[in-house]
């Protein structure tokens, strides 16, 4: 309902509000579309980690090796 859309067009949605929970600490979290899920966690944790290696002084280098 925060978005307006239909009940058949909130994947991206979900996959937002699914990354700001791993990203706030949720270990899993259940979904009906993990492949869009798991790339908007991706892109979440790198934002996370290029942020965290810019405050440090740090090289910033993805995918982590």
Known sequence: EVTGRPVDDRERGT???CAVAVHRGAHMVRVHEPVAVR???SLGEAMA???R???SGVDFL???T
């Open 15 to 17: 996959a937002a509000a």
């Open 49 to 51: 980690q290029a942020a």
């Open 53 to 55: 290696a810019q405050a």
């Open 39 to 41: 790339d908007a966690v």
């Open 62 to 64: 993805w995918p982590p």
